[in-house]
């Protein structure tokens, strides 16, 4: 598969990824100018004390999701997405006009104003751009492309954020050129936006509800019926409750906790974007091309982890005077504070990035964009609340070090409750990390699983994690049929019956499971699933082949699909199978990124898919490495 970032030089993503960068660039410019000009020179831009500018600009900026973001759904849903963005982008310059002179004039009332109109050109948007990316890339380009967009997006608030720190901290004129660059951005972002493609309504008979609550109602709705996509909803709007209450601390934790000037905010915004830019283009790679849940679970375990350690870092610090850049990075203690941010954002990324790719890849096409407009109604709930709350707990006497720890245990509750709710995301984690930790998975013939419809897979037997193996290497999900006794192990039968494995057993031990087996097959490949078996019905113990059983010709027989073999590589005497006696007993082979591989041969029709055929095609595919 092509690398993602052959996206940037295509039509169908490059100019839609420059209108979202330039948007992001001009948001975070004027907000961060607007919020250091309140925060460091109150008396004059607004009056708000240091703790209180951040939270509340950010409220503001947030307060139009709720309202607008129920139409944009249904405008992104109705008419072709291109001519929305480019009337957006429209829309932005009218509303920097504005902006421009409540910096030129010092009125900040008009820039309380830009920051409500800003955030209203930022909700009309969202839906357009999460719901033009999955109508314009495939289903394996949709990490990748989400991950360049995520990048994109904090690489540009990294560079607004500087930016609108450098120009407003210019003596006497630094707001006029805070202006007169978000004019550009803004024209910028509409020249841009007249080169993306055409992309047609999914929807265009729809009529509009004018009325967000119900709408918004409706939406929930629909996502409702979908438990996962709705789960993934909620675990995305508690991802900007968590990163909201950063983004508009900073300012106050920089001058409050940690003695820093503007430059210091600006350094510890830079590597917050950094490490979440490269936390989202890092998905793709960890993520094998594929919509890879597993990573949520690891992405909260550090966004946690780090949150914690964050209070641990900045708890003890004693204010004193500000300091620039230079003299905060002389003191060591401080690279501890920078390293925790950098590694939370990082691992925000990879908690983000699965989410917003599930979302769009399970929701219905004709809904997309108003389900994507819920998820931002939601999120702005969320970051409303999350103002609330940690408005609240600062008042009751909670330092912003210690609030990082609140959020961070908070955090950690959250995302256990998201994951009993839906074990499918446990189930890809522990799933992925086997692979990441115990094994380095090589796969060859991947493009050779059929993207839709029914078949059969199957594979030579060597251990007891086989069918996890080729789990995690597939794209598709596979319903194994596996020996009962395998499927009851600790651990391993959580991960069985979350996907949706078929146990069975010999038909002399019970026929009746046997026969439930066989239907319960054939049921799931009338509704189009993989099937995954290991015809030889039992692990080797000796690391060559038994022959394959006529399991497979009972299948073919009721419900004839083609036949995908597989061969698994280098687990012969892991520590998973039964080389020189009883599997997991041995725990020296239980050494870290062992080299495995899963080979794919060419789909076998149904009549030619006898046991042998099969079982030469599966052992041409393996050589001789076991």
């Given at each position: 598969m092509s690398s993602q970032y052959g996206l940037l030089r295509e039509r169908r993503f490059l100019p839609f990824f420059l209108v979202q960068f330039c948007g992001a660039a001009n948001d975070n410019a004027f907000k961060f100018a607007f919020t250091a000009l309140a925060t460091y020179s109150a008396a004059e831009w607004g009056g708000l004390t240091p703790t209180t500018a951040g939270p509340l600009i950010g409220g503001i900026f947030i307060l139009p999701f709720l309202l607008?973001?129920?139409?944009?759904?249904?405008?992104?849903?109705?008419?072709?997405?291109?001519?929305?963005?480019?009337?957006?982008?429209?829309?932005?310059?009218?509303?920097?006009?504005?902006?421009?002179?409540?910096f030129v004039w010092r009125v900040p009332a008009l820039l309380f104003a830009g920051v409500f109109l800003m955030g209203m050109h930022s909700s009309l948007f969202g839906p357009t751009k999460y719901a033009y990316l999955p109508q314009h890339l495939a289903e394996e380009e949709l990490v990748g492309g989400n991950g360049i967009v995520e990048m994109g997006t904090f690489v540009a608030i990294l560079l607004g954020t500087m930016l609108g720190g450098i120009l407003v901290a210019i003596p006497g004129d630094g707001p006029g050129y805070v202006a007169l660059v978000s004019l550009v951005l803004a024209v910028a972002g509409r020249v841009a936006a007249a080169f993306v493609p055409d992309s047609p309504a999914p929807a265009p008979q729809?009529?509009?509800?004018?009325?967000?609550?119900?709408?918004?109602?409706?939406?929930?709705?629909?996502?409702?019926?979908?438990?996962?996509?709705?789960?993934?909803?909620?675990?995305?709007?508690?991802?900007?409750?968590?990163g909201s209450v950063f983004l508009t601390t900073f300012t106050g934790f920089a001058k409050e906790s940690l003695g820093g000037d503007e430059k210091v905010?600006?350094?510890?915004?830079?590597?917050?974007?950094?490490?979440?830019?490269?936390?989202?283009?890092?998905?793709?790679?960890?993520?094998?091309?594929?919509?890879?849940?597993?990573?949520?679970?690891?992405?909260?375990?550090?966004?946690?982890?780090?949150?914690?350690d964050l209070w641990l870092a900045a708890k003890d610090f004693v204010p004193h005077a500000l300091v620039g850049p230079a003299a905060f990075l002389a003191d060591s203690s401080h690279w501890r504070v920078l390293a925790d941010l950098f590694l939370l954002a990082m691992f925000a990324g990879f908690y983000s990035v699965p989410l917003y790719a599930l979302i769009q890849s399970r929701?219905?096409?004709?809904?997309?964009?108003?389900?994507?407009?819920?998820?931002?109604?939601?999120?702005?709930?969320?970051?409303?609340?999350?103002a609330l709350v940690s408005a609240a707990l600062l008042e009751?006497?909670?330092?912003?070090?210690?609030?990082?720890?609140?959020?961070?245990?908070?955090?950690?509750?959250?995302?256990?409750?998201?994951?009993?709710?839906?074990?499918?995301?446990?189930?890809?984690?522990?799933?992925?990390?086997?692979?990441?930790?115990?094994?380095?998975?090589?796969?060859?013939?991947?493009?050779?699983?059929?993207?839709h419809g029914p078949a059969v897979i199957v594979c030579n037997h060597v251990?007891?994690?086989?069918?996890?193996?080729?789990?995690?290497?597939?794209?598709?999900?596979?319903?194994?049929?596996?020996?009962?006794?395998?499927?009851k192990l600790p651990v391993l039968s959580f991960v069985f019956r979350t996907g949706k494995a078929i146990p069975i057993a010999p038909a002399r031990e019970d026929p009746e499971?046997?026969?439930?087996?066989?239907?319960?097959?054939?049921?799931?490949?009338?509704?189009?699933?993989?099937?995954?078996?290991?015809?030889?019905?039992?692990?080797?113990?000796?690391?060559e082949f038994y022959p394959f059983k006529?399991?497979?010709?009972?299948?073919?027989?009721?419900?004839?699909?083609?036949?995908?073999?597989?061969?698994?590589?280098g687990l012969w005497g892991s520590f998973f199978s039964r080389k020189d006696g009883r599997a997991m007993s041995k725990p020296w082979r239980l050494r870290p990124l062992r080299r495995i591989a899963l080979a794919i041969g060419a789909p076998v029709d149904a009549a030619q898919a006898s046991p042998a055929h099969l079982q030469a095609t599966v052992a041409a595919l393996r050589g001789d490495w076991r």
């Open positions: 607008f973001s129920a139409t944009a759904g249904q405008l992104a849903d109705k008419y072709d997405k291109a001519s929305l963005i480019r009337l957006v982008k429209n829309l932005e310059i009218l509303f920097m006009l504005g902006i421009a002179a409540g729809l009529r509009i509800n004018w009325n967000p609550v119900s709408e918004t109602l409706a939406n929930l709705r629909h996502a409702y019926g979908n438990r996962t996509v709705f789960l993934s909803l909620l675990g995305i709007s508690w991802m900007w409750f968590f905010v600006t350094l510890m915004l830079a590597v917050f974007s950094v490490g979440i830019g490269l936390g989202s283009l890092a998905c793709e790679r960890l993520s094998g091309h594929k919509v890879e849940i597993g990573l949520v679970p690891f992405g909260s375990i550090g966004m946690s982890a780090f949150a914690i929701s219905d096409a004709s809904h997309r964009a108003r389900i994507i407009a819920a998820n931002n109604i939601l999120n702005a709930l969320f970051m409303v609340v999350s009751a006497g909670l330092s912003l070090p210690q609030l990082y720890l609140v959020l961070g245990l908070f955090n950690a509750a959250v995302a256990l409750y998201i994951y009993l709710l839906v074990p499918e995301f446990l189930m890809r984690f522990i799933v992925w990390m086997l692979i990441h930790t115990v094994y380095r998975l090589d796969k060859t013939g991947l493009e050779r699983i059929p993207e251990s007891f994690v086989d069918a996890l193996v080729i789990a995690a290497a597939c794209p598709r999900p596979i319903r194994f049929v596996m020996d009962h006794n395998i499927f499971m046997t026969k439930r087996a066989f239907e319960t097959v054939a049921e799931a490949l009338r509704d189009g699933d993989l099937v995954g078996i290991f015809p030889e019905g039992r692990i080797t113990d000796t690391g006529n399991g497979i010709s009972r299948i073919l027989e009721q419900t004839p699909v083609p036949v995908v073999p597989m061969a698994l590589r």
